[in-house]
């Protein structure tokens, strides 16, 4: 039985690295928010975990509107986002430290 958990938390573990439930933080500057669009534009460094390699200043969507009331224009903030099909989303913000 140990066997059979232990096998099933293995494969847990290989799941959520394999869809990014894993992601790794991203260093940035908000440049720009629109509550009314759900959007935030954020200047950041080479996000590895988004195939962007280059820094680049680009417009995201939030997964959650209560996102943008953390922030405001000018805070450095580290985030993490996803890959969706209607373009990348920020599913986690806060200002850095």
């Known amino acids: 039985m140990n066997r059979i958990v232990r096998i099933a938390s293995i494969l847990a573990l290989a799941m959520s690295v394999a869809t990014g439930a894993l992601a790794a933080s991203i260093s940035g500057e908000v440049k720009k928010i629109d509550e ?3 959007k935030i534009t954020l200047k950041h460094g080479p996000a590895k975990s988004l195939g962007m390699e280059e820094p680049m200043t680009m417009v995201y969507r939030v997964k959650d509107p209560a996102l943008l009331k953390q922030v405001k224009v000018g805070d450095k903030v ?12 920020v599913t986690k913000i806060e200002k850095a430290k």
């Open 36 to 38: 009314g669009a759900g």
């Open 78 to 89: 580290t985030f993490e986002a996803e890959e969706a099909a209607s373009g990348y989303t």
